[in-house]
């Protein structure tokens, strides 16, 4: 019977709230603290880390700190990094669940004998009788629903996977952890990159790797010069603020190209596409896609889904023709499909 779990304990109201929730199931429980960044970050600071210890002393289970900044360092941080430099806009959370938390934790959790690894993610998995395979679906609170950032979790992962808030909402969690009197109850949420805490993506790459990006063209949609831009790293596909371009009518970053080091910019017309390539699939609700399916399909983390039909082109790619143009589908950015509240699976953008 799986009855030990670790829980991985952000410092957060989230993930101690799952905490006490796996407790009341009767679980046996450990709360663990990942140190991720050596930096100044937004997550597994010395409060965060002070927070949890506090909950796990509450809860009366035991807690440590797992230092993992080397890992992370390698998997996350400099896939961001490389990312940028290739004129792509990634998402390190998604890296981060793949290769840290659902990887590395997991199998921490296996080695210390330990069955179920809990996260304060809102999702939930269950299972299919007749497949057998295990499913990752929507929380039932979809203003909070992370499935798009667990899309890559294969099924070996998705079987030890706990997410005790994937049926509640914020405002739930919220009543329980006051309920307990938990330090954090009423802690603000991050929005931003964890290990960028001021949103200057620019800066931080120029810092991380010691190098100067050199400013280049600025094009507008017909290929003419119209300014220079300061360095290819800091702008992405839909950018409208900072852009340093004089123009009668609203323009946005439409294109980028490494290879001549330029920026098109053009009319919010010009964003629009009908179809995109992924690689790097993972599907979850089936080994592979055998015909074209019919699916929703979310390009970024906040945006609504929308109809598609999503084709496997090859053993680790897909193509996703949209019934109508989307705005702004960015390279580096997941593209993750569903069938009602279900996760298919996704993959990477490429173009």
Sequence with gaps: MCNKAIIAMSGGVDSSVAAALMLERGFQCVGVTLKLFRGESRCCSLADV?????VAFNLGIDHYVLNFTEEFDKQVVRHFVETYEQGATPNPCIECNRHIKFNLLLLRTRQLD????????????????????????????????????????????????RFPLGELSKNEVRKIAEEKKFVNAAKSESQDICFVPDGDYGKFIESYTGKTYPPGDIL?????TIGRHKGIIRYTIGQRRGLGVAANTPVYVAAKSTADNTVTLGPDSALFSKSLTAKDINLIACADLKKPMRVMVKTRYLQAAQ?????????????????SPQRAITPGQAAVMYDGDIVVGGGTITE
């Design 50 to 54: 002070n927070d949890a210890r506090n």
């Design 114 to 161: 330990f069955d179920l690894l809990v996260t304060g993610h809102y999702a939930r998995v269950t299972q299919d009788g007749s497949s057998g395979r295990f499913l990752l679906q929507k929380a039932l609170d979809e203003k909070k629903d992370q499935s798009y950032v667990l899309y890559c979790l294969t099924q070996q992962q998705l079987e030890r996977a």
């Design 220 to 224: 507008d949609i017909e290929g003419k």
């Design 307 to 323: 109809s598609a039909v999503a084709e496997q082109i090859g053993e680790d790619s897909l193509h996703i023709e949209f019934d």
